[in-house]
Structures are given as C-alpha cells and as structure tokens.
C-alpha cells in the first residue's frame, strides 16, 4: 500500500516563496509518475505541476516560471518549490502517484491518479 504525507504549507504574503513535501513509502516501482494537484474553496481540482520516473517535468501555465517540482529518490520525496506566490495560488495542495509513465491529457486529470495524500493548505495574502 503507497502512502503519501504532505507536509510544508502555511500562510505568506503575494511575493513570498514556501516549499511543499511530499514524502511516500518506500516502493519498488521503476515507472511511475508524481504531480502535485491543488483545490480552492468551491473549485474544482486541477493539475500544477507533473514529474516522471525519469525526472522529466511540465506545469501548468498558471505557475510555469514560479514553481519548481523535483524529486529525491534516496529520501522518497516529491517536492513543490514555489516562488512570487500570488492570492490566485491559495488552495489545498494534493500530492498524488500513479504507476504510469507521466503524458497525455490523462496526467493531468485527478481521477487518473491512484495513490493520493490528504493535503496541506497554503494561503497567500
């Protein structure tokens, strides 16, 4: 059973930068793909930012310049670096995995994803 834990949100005023963890168990999966999703009161979740197996990336273009995802494989963790944070960027932030190679119009929809953690909230003022 994979579990993901987030860990790193809080609040921060428009200009200022937070970084979001994602640490999950360990496993044996050499394919696999990790994104990072967010959730605003009364909207629907939508796709931030993607990273494959082999380390390739892409982010929405809401963030694109201002957000960073990366991962360490020796410490099992997934991480959101996100700079010049704006009001528009509050949400819950969602860690979620899938077994699949990261491309196509499927990565980018939440119920594609399998394995998911319980959020960490991040408020911008």
């Known amino acids: 059973h994979v579990q993901l834990v987030e860990s790193g949100g809080g609040s921060v005023q428009a200009g200022g930068s937070l970084r979001l963890s994602c640490a999950r168990s360990?496993?044996?999966?050499?394919?696999?793909?990790m994104g990072w999703f967010r959730q605003a009161p009364g909207k629907e979740r939508e796709w931030v930012a993607g990273?494959?197996?082999?380390?390739?990336?892409s982010y929405a273009d809401s963030v694109k310049g201002r957000f960073t995802i990366s991962k360490d494989n020796a410490k099992n963790t997934l991480y959101l670096q996100m700079n010049s944070l704006k009001p528009e960027d509050t949400a819950m932030y969602y860690c979620?995995?899938?077994?699949?190679?990261?491309?196509?119009?499927?990565?980018?929809?939440?119920?594609?994803?399998?394995?998911w953690g319980q959020g960490t909230q991040v408020t911008v003022s």
């Open positions: 360990t496993w044996k999966y050499s394919t696999y793909c």
């Open positions: 990273i494959d197996s082999d380390g390739s990336t």
């Open positions: 979620a995995a899938d077994l699949r190679r990261f491309g196509g119009s499927w990565s980018l929809r939440p119920p594609s994803y399998k394995y």
